[in-house]
């Protein structure tokens, strides 16, 4: 185990410590209400899942099955839950809340959500975003899966510090996915160099996805002539691929240009980026001119595509 893995591990396990203080903190306060943290968290999957069964919440609250049977006996004695036979096998039984069940799942959702603002209420409003994010990038880093599309927040506004995140987001990406070099972002950083001694929030326009306050993914419109427009920038984190997020900013792009009477829009790319021109050429984008680029370490092709917005 080398230093880096040392001090991995060393801050993952703080944090366990840590975490495991504040629920044991939100714990206390279900107890308060007559319900522990599992019991309301089993109320809760039951109230807000589809064909839930004895054995999918063991699974997936990681639950030991003699105490979830002890638990849902309780709450079926007591009235808050009821079974359903299955049609298609006699052996499975779905769970469902009674209204007694829903009205005490609802006044917990009350008490949780009250736990959490007094939580959070001393944090200023930035920070609040970043821990949300924070927690966002846990999951989808644990569970390799993608944060959900509703964490996602879409901004116009260009704000200082914007310009120096896009660059890094920008040289990062491509160089682990395309192998380009710092030339690369050499070149991104002249772009935004050369675009601020014109820039004018008249004629160019960003959009800025970011979840939790940070910077997940951007594109811009960036006015040529009073006819003509550029597309410029598009780019998305890959742990952010797969929402729909990509093709949202795309078409808010193209709308914009439309909305201010722009006739053609254009932009330039590379042939490895394949996604992305085949999301360009739907949208009616041509192809109008290629040439090959040797400056950013690799041997490529960058393509010049252009639309007709009239």
């Known amino acids: 185990m080398n230093g880096a893995e040392q001090a991995l591990i060393r801050g993952i ?9 504040i629920l044991g903190l939100l714990d206390q306060h279900m107890l308060d209400s ?3 943290l599992s019991e309301a968290r089993v109320l809760y999957e039951i109230g ?16 030991d099955p003699g105490y979830l049977s002890r638990m849902l006996k309780r709450f079926e004695k007591n009235q808050l839950i009821y079974k359903v036979q299955s049609e298609a096998d006699g052996r499975l039984h779905y769970l469902h809340l009674s209204e007694r069940g829903k009205n005490i799942l609802a006044d917990l959702d009350r008490v949780s959500e009250k736990q959490v603002q007094d939580m959070i209420r001393s944090v200023p409003k930035p920070q609040q975003q970043a821990l949300l994010g924070s927690m966002s990038a846990i999951e989808s880093a644990l569970t390799g899966q993608a944060p959900e599309r509703s964490t996602v927040t879409i901004r116009s506004e260009l704000k ?5 995140t896009l660059i890094r987001l920008h040289g990062w990406i491509y160089a682990q996915e395309c192998g380009y070099n710092e030339g690369f972002e050499g070149y991104v950083c002249k772009t935004f160099a050369d675009f601020f001694a014109n820039y004018s929030p008249d004629k160019d326009q960003f959009w ?21 427009v550029q597309l410029r920038w598009f780019i998305l984190h890959p742990r952010f691929r797969g929402l729909g997020l990509g093709r949202s900013l795309f078409q808010n792009a193209l709308q914009y ?36 680029n040797h400056t950013w370490g690799k041997k490529l092709v960058e393509q010049m595509y252009e639309l007709n917005l009239s």
């Open 13 to 21: 396990r703080k944090f366990n410590r840590f975490y495991t203080k």
């Open 34 to 36: 007559e319900f522990s």
């Open 48 to 63: 807000h899942g589809h064909s839930c069964t004895a054995k999918w919440l063991s699974e997936e609250l990681s639950i």
């Open 160 to 164: 200082p510090g914007d310009v120096g």
């Open 208 to 228: 800025f996805a970011e979840v939790g306050g940070e910077m997940v993914g951007a594109i811009a419109a960036v006015g040529q002539s009073a006819d003509k």
């Open 257 to 292: 240009c439309r909305d201010k009477g722009y006739q053609q829009a254009f932009l330039a790319t590379t042939e490895d980026q394949q996604t992305a021109i085949r999301m360009y050429q739907k949208a009616g984008f041509i192809k109008v001119a290629e040439f090959e």
